[in-house]
C-alpha cells in the first residue's frame, strides 16, 4: 500500500486498479423479487464492462455506471425494480474549495442536450486541466460505519453487507492533497451512501469550504412552463439523507440541513421559459464556510443516502425509508422496555429498580427533575451512583439519567455568540451553550467519565447541539463563525459514536439516528398530558399513526404521566394507579402493541398487588409478540373518535407474520368487517388468523392479497388478531 500511495504522489496520472469480473449485459433487466417482501439473492459487487470503459456498481435493485477515462463521471443510475433511469446529463462527482479556490472532483465537459443522455456522446466528452483527476479506484468488504455494541433488547443484531467502492483523485494545481469518493452499496436494498474524504498530506494547513459531496442532474419530475422551483415538485424517484440534520423538529426532512434542490441554467431544453424546474439535487452543509485541516488529518463529509424509490404509495415509501434505518443503522431497532423515573432520593431509585424487576421492565431512566446530576463528577457523587448502578445490574435492569444541554445559559463566556450582535443570544433556544466552549468541551468530557466509572447504560439528551453558529472567536473547539457549526457537530456526533460503541442506549430529541442514538419521541404536545386521559388515550393513538410512517416502532417513544405533568386536574393523571386501572392497562396497551416504549413517568410503576398484576401481564403479553410488535405498521386507520381505528404489523420473515390492534373508541358495542391488506405480510393465498389467544379461521386472499376480516369490539376497548 504504501508502494501504491508513493506512486499517486510521484505521478500525474497512475491507474491502479483491482482486476473486476466482466459486466454481463444479461444482468441489466429489471428484478421480479419485491424487496420488501423477499430478500433478493444478488449480492453488490463491482463490475468492468467488456472494452473496459466502465465500472458498474450493481447489486440486482440499483444500478450506477461511472466512465473511467478520461475522468471518472456517473453516467447511468438506475432503479432496477421499475426501470427508471434518474440521470439526464454529468455533473462533477463532487466540489470543493480549498484555500479559497473552487475545483471540481472528476466529471466531463461537451453534453450539450441536457435532458436526457446518450452512451453514444460520452466518448467525446472532454476533461478541464483545473479539475480533481481520477488515480484509482478500490473495491472491498463494506465495513460497519459505528463498531456497535449493545446491552438491550434488540430486533436485529446484524451488521450491514455490501460494498464500498472508492475513487481516489488529485489535482496538478494544488498539491499533495488526495481526495476520496466513495460509494457503499448495500446488499438487499437500493441505496448507495456517498462520501467524500481529503487527506492533507501535505505540510501545511489547508482550509476546506463548501464542500458538495453530491451534485446529481436528475431527471424532471413535471413539466412546467411558468413557476418557481418552490412551486414544482422535487424527484420522488429518490429519497435523500443524511447524517448533518438537526432542529428538534423529530422529522428528518424538517431537520434536514444539506438538500438542495436547484435549477440547471445549462439545461435549456427544459420547458419551463425561466429554467426554473428545481432539477439538479446537490448535498453540502450549507453553513459550513471554512474548516481548517491540519497536515496529516482527513477531512470527510456528512454521509449521503441515496434510496431509490419505486411507488408514490405513502405506505411503501415510508418501508423502504424504515428499512433503510434499519440496514444501515441496526442500532435502531434496540428496545428495552423503560420507566422515566421521578425520584428525590436513593431509596426511591431502590424501589423503582425492585418493581421494574418484578413487572418485567428491562431499563429505569432518571426522568427531569431527578436527584442524578451526571455533570458531577466528583468521587462521592460516583460512589453512590455506581452502587446504585450495580444493584441495577444485580437484578438485570439497565440504568442510565437524563441531562440537558442546548436549552439552558451558562456564561458570557460559554454561551454562542450571536453574529449580528456579537453578545450572546440569537440561538435555537434564546441562550445556550456553544459546544466548542470551554463549557462545551468539559461537559462531554464530564458525561464520558461518569457513565464510565459508574456503569450507566443510558443516556438520555434533552436538548442536544440544535445547529447554533457562534461567532466567538476564542472558544478552543472552534476558531470563528465559519466553522463553528462543523466544530460543534463534530462534537456532539463524538459523544454520541462514544455512546453507541460502549453499548451506551441514547434518547435524543434530534435527529441523530445516523450518528449512532437510538430513539427519539414520536411526536407530541406536552400541554396535552394535562388534558383528561379520555383525551389522552385518543390522542396517544393519533401520534402513533402519524409518527411511524417513516420511523419504526423502536425508533419511537411516546408519553404516559402517572403524575401530574405541567397542569391538569385530577382526570388527567393515573396516579393513584388502582384507582384508573382499566385507563392505565389501555394505555399500555396502545403503546406497547405499537411495539413503542413510552415514557412511564413518576415515582412507581403499581401501588397495589393487583395493579403489579396488571403490569406485569401486559408486559409478558408484549414480550409474547415482540417481534412481530417491533416489525413494521401498515396504516389501518386513524384515530379520530367516530368509529375503531388500528394498525397491522407485518414480517415476512418471522413466525407470525402479522398483528392487528383494532380499538373501539366509541361507548357501545362495535361490529364491524373491514379490508385488511396482507400483501406485506409475505403471504400469497391463505392465512390462519385468530382472535386473541382463540382458535385459529383460515381465510384466503384474493387479488389483491385482502380479507375481510370481521370484529366485535366492546364500548371503548380493543381486541388484537395474530396472523400466521
Request: aromatic share 12%.
Amino acid at each position: 500500500m504504501k508502494k501504491i500511495l508513493a506512486l499517486i504522489l510521484l505521478a500525474p496520472f497512475v491507474i491502479y486498479s483491482q482486476q473486476l469480473p466482466t459486466w454481463n449485459p444479461q444482468s441489466d433487466k429489471l428484478t421480479t423479487t419485491d424487496w420488501l417482501v423477499k430478500p433478493v439473492a444478488i449480492k453488490a459487487g463491482a463490475y468492468q464492462s467488456a472494452d473496459k470503459k466502465d465500472l458498474i456498481f450493481y447489486n440486482g435493485l440499483v444500478k450506477r455506471t461511472f466512465r473511467l477515462s478520461p475522468n471518472v463521471a456517473c453516467t447511468d443510475f438506475k432503479n432496477m425494480s421499475n426501470g427508471q433511469q434518474l440521470l439526464r446529463a454529468i455533473k462533477p462527482e463532487a466540489r470543493i474549495t480549498i484555500n479559497g479556490t473552487g475545483y471540481n472532483i472528476g466529471g466531463l465537459y461537451g453534453q450539450k442536450e441536457n435532458a436526457y443522455l446518450l452512451p453514444e456522446w460520452i466518448d467525446d466528452f472532454k476533461t478541464s486541466e483545473n479539475d480533481f483527476f481520477f488515480v484509482s479506484y478500490s473495491v472491498s468488504d463494506l465495513k460497519p460505519f459505528l463498531n456497535r455494541k449493545t446491552k438491550a433488547w434488540t430486533f436485529s443484531k446484524k451488521q450491514p453487507s455490501g460494498k464500498i467502492l472508492s475513487f481516489l483523485y488529485k489535482s496538478k494545481a494544488i498539491k499533495n492533497v488526495l481526495i476520496r469518493v466513495n460509494y457503499e452499496l448495500y446488499d438487499g436494498i437500493p441505496l448507495v451512501v456517498k462520501w467524500i474524504s481529503v487527506e492533507n498530506a501535505s505540510n501545511n494547513t489547508i482550509t476546506i469550504g463548501n464542500i458538495v459531496n453530491e451534485s446529481l442532474a436528475l431527471v424532471e419530475e413535471e413539466s412546467a412552463v411558468v413557476g418557481t422551483p418552490e412551486q414544482m415538485k422535487k424527484q420522488h424517484g429518490i429519497y435523500v439523507e443524511t447524517n448533518y440534520a438537526f432542529n428538534n423538529a423529530m422529522r428528518y426532512d424538517i431537520s434536514d440541513q444539506t438538500t438542495h434542490w436547484k435549477t440547471d441554467s445549462v439545461y435549456t431544453s427544459q420547458v419551463n421559459y425561466d429554467y426554473k424546474t428545481p432539477a439538479l439535487l446537490e448535498v453540502y452543509p450549507e453553513k459550513v464556510t471554512a474548516v481548517e485541516v491540519k497536515a496529516g488529518e482527513i477531512f470527510k463529509s456528512p454521509r449521503t443516502h441515496e434510496l431509490l424509490m419505486d411507488s408514490y404509495d405513502r405506505e411503501r415509501r415510508g418501508l423502504a425509508i424504515r428499512k433503510m434505518y434499519s440496514t444501515v443503522a441496526p442500532w435502531t431497532t434496540e428496545n428495552p422496555i423503560f420507566m422515566h423515573l421521578v425520584s428525590k432520593n436513593d431509596q426511591e431509585v431502590i424501589n423503582a429498580i425492585d418493581q421494574c424487576k418484578a413487572t418485567g421492565y428491562e431499563a429505569l431512566i432518571l426522568s427531569f427533575g431527578s436527584h442524578c446530576n451526571m455533570e458531577d463528577t466528583n468521587a462521592a457523587n460516583i460512589k453512590k451512583w455506581k452502587e446504585l448502578a450495580d444493584y441495577a445490574h444485580k437484578n438485570g435492569i439497565l440504568i442510565g439519567s437524563y441531562s440537558l444541554f442546548s436549552s439552558r445559559r451558562i456564561s458570557d463566556e460559554d454561551d454562542v455568540i450571536d453574529p449580528k450582535t456579537g453578545k450572546p443570544g440569537g440561538a435555537f433556544f434564546g441562550n445556550a451553550p456553544c459546544y466548542g466552549s470551554k463549557w462545551g468541551l468539559a461537559y462531554s468530557a464530564k458525561l464520558k467519565l461518569f457513565i464510565s466509572q459508574t456503569g450507566f447504560d443510558i443516556f438520555e439528551n434533552d436538548g442536544p447541539y440544535p445547529g447554533d453558529v457562534c461567532a466567538s472567536t476564542s472558544h478552543p473547539g472552534h476558531k470563528d463563525l465559519h466553522d463553528s457549526q462543523w466544530r460543534q457537530m463534530e462534537l456532539q456526533k463524538d459523544l454520541y459514536h462514544w455512546c453507541n460503541e460502549n453499548g451506551v442506549y441514547v434518547n435524543a430529541p434530534d435527529w441523530y439516528f445516523l450518528d449512532g442514538t437510538n430513539k427519539i419521541a414520536i411526536g407530541y404536545r406536552e400541554v396535552n398530558f394535562s388534558l383528561p386521559r379520555e383525551n389522552q388515550k385518543i390522542l396517544n393513538r393519533q401520534n402513533i399513526y402519524d409518527g411511524l410512517w417513516e420511523k419504526t416502532p423502536a425508533m419511537s417513544w411516546g408519553f404516559v404521566p402517572l403524575t401530574k405533568y405541567q397542569g391538569g386536574g385530577p382526570e388527567a393523571v393515573l396516579e393513584p394507579l388502582s384507582e384508573h386501572l382499566k385507563d392505565y392497562e389501555q394505555l399500555m396497551i396502545q403503546y406497547y402493541g405499537a411495539g413503542v416504549q413510552a415514557c412511564y413517568r413518576g415515582p412507581r410503576l403499581y401501588d397495589t398487588e393487583k395493579t403489579k398484576q396488571t403490569v406485569s401481564n401486559v408486559v409478558s403479553w408484549y414480550k409474547k409478540y415482540r417481534d412481530i410488535m417491533n416489525s413494521d405498521i401498515i396504516h389501518l386507520r386513524r384515530a379520530d373518535g367516530r368509529d375503531w381505528d388500528g394498525i397491522l404489523h407485518v414480517n415476512p420473515q418471522t413466525k407470525i407474520k402479522g398483528l392487528v390492534m383494532l380499538y373501539n373508541p366509541l361507548k357501545e358495542r362495535i361490529t364491524r368487517t373491514i379490508k385488511l391488506p396482507l400483501y406485506y405480510t409475505g403471504l400469497t393465498t391463505t392465512a390462519s388468523i385468530r382472535e386473541k389467544e382463540n382458535a385459529a379461521r383460515k381465510y384466503t386472499l384474493n387479488r389483491n392479497y385482502e380479507i375481510d376480516l370481521s370484529f366485535t369490539i366492546e364500548p371503548e376497548g380493543y381486541t388484537w388478531f395474530v396472523i400466521e
